[in-house]
């Protein structure tokens, strides 16, 4: 049967994942090394409950910054956020955070370099620092260099294992560099968890079953993902799979 594979590197797709990882979950859900006490209540819009060194020790005016940056890129007005970000920084050079948070709004301002360049040197700060890792991962994964994205995603991943929108994207990764096994199994982690907004791991799965000559699975996960996401950008592919293999059972039958 003829399919054709999904495209190499969805940017819509990469973009909604980056945007809901790093914002709504990353760190609300995984601790930093270098890590101290928690914070005030309300000391930062998306900190996690465990704040690193650093943050405990950047002066006031750069939290006030970073807080403001961070509003900015929550309404994806990415060259304001980057203004903040750098002057959160020109009062604390050591606030990896910032360094962290500039390199995302560099990368949904497609500035890749400059987002290499920050996330770098937010690790070089905190070799701790998941979440410049996670955005390296997913820097490399927007490059197509999957391989080396799979390296900063697993990382990302080592404070906590179940961080659903980092396992998406390495799954995604592990499909395109053709380790279906391995993709197949990431994309299933992602489904056993709470995954509405991570719809696309089903057709990551399906591809993989695909390429591991499991047509009759694949179709579940396309009905699955057909159930979830009825509208999404990949529902027209998922109902011409079906159809295609409605139309090559009943010609069997026949």
Same mark, same amino acid.
């Given at each position: 049967?003829?399919?054709?594979?999904?495209?190499?590197?969805?940017?819509?797709?990469?973009? *909604? *994942?980056?945007?809901?990882?790093?914002? /709504?979950?990353?760190?609300?859900?995984?601790?930093?090394? =270098?890590?101290?006490?928690? @914070?005030?209540?309300?000391?930062?819009?998306? &900190?996690?409950?465990?704040? /690193?060194?650093?943050?405990?020790?950047? @002066?006031?005016?750069?939290?006030?910054? +970073? !807080?403001?940056?961070?509003?900015?890129?929550?309404?994806?007005?990415?060259?304001?956020? %980057?203004?903040?970000?750098?002057?959160?920084?020109?009062?604390? /050079?050591?606030?990896?955070?910032?360094?962290?948070?500039?390199?995302?709004?560099?990368?949904?301002? =497609?500035?890749?370099?400059?987002?290499?360049?920050?996330? #770098?040197?937010? *690790?070089?700060?905190?070799?701790?620092?998941?979440?410049?890792?996670?955005?390296?991962? %997913?820097? *490399?994964?927007? $490059?197509?260099?999957?391989?080396?994205?799979?390296?900063? +995603?697993?990382?990302?991943?080592?404070?906590?294992?179940?961080?659903?929108?980092?396992?998406?994207?390495?799954?995604?990764?592990?499909?395109?560099?053709?380790?279906?096994?391995?993709?197949?199994?990431?994309?299933?982690?992602? !489904?056993?968890? $709470?995954?509405?907004?991570?719809?696309?791991?089903? +057709?990551?799965?399906?591809?993989?079953?695909? =390429? +591991?000559?499991?047509?009759?699975?694949?179709?579940?996960?396309?009905?699955?993902?057909?159930?979830?996401? @009825?509208?999404?950008?990949?529902?027209?592919?998922?109902?011409?799979?079906?159809? &295609?293999?409605?139309?090559?059972? #009943?010609?069997?039958?026949?």
């Amino acid at each position: 049967m003829q399919h054709s594979e999904l495209p190499p590197a969805p940017p819509a797709v990469l973009a *909604l *994942l980056l945007i809901l990882v790093l914002f /709504s979950m990353a760190r609300a859900q995984q601790p930093q090394q =270098n890590h101290a006490v928690s @914070p005030p209540a309300g000391d930062r819009v998306f &900190s996690s409950n465990i704040m /690193s060194v650093n943050d405990l020790a950047a @002066p006031k005016k750069a939290r006030a910054e +970073l !807080h403001q940056g961070l509003l900015h890129c929550d309404n994806r007005r990415w060259n304001d956020s %980057i203004k903040h970000f750098q002057k959160a920084l020109e009062y604390y /050079s050591k606030y990896d955070s910032a360094y962290y948070d500039l390199g995302i709004a560099y990368l949904q301002g =497609n500035q890749p370099e400059q987002a290499r360049e920050t996330f #770098t040197k937010a *690790l070089e700060i905190n070799p701790g620092n998941y979440l410049a890792e996670l955005g390296m991962g %997913i820097l *490399l994964t927007q $490059e197509g260099r999957y391989a080396e994205a799979e390296i900063f +995603l697993k990382k990302s991943l080592a404070p906590d294992p179940r961080n659903v929108g980092a396992l998406a994207i390495l799954a995604f990764s592990q499909l395109q560099r053709g380790d279906y096994e391995a993709a197949l199994a990431m994309a299933q982690k992602v !489904h056993r968890a $709470e995954h509405h907004l991570f719809c696309f791991s089903h +057709l990551v799965a399906a591809e993989a079953l695909i =390429n +591991l000559h499991r047509e009759d699975e694949a179709a579940a996960e396309y009905r699955t993902f057909l159930d979830e996401e @009825p509208n999404g950008p990949y529902a027209e592919e998922a109902r011409n799979f079906l159809a &295609s293999r409605n139309s090559a059972q #009943t010609f069997r039958a026949e």
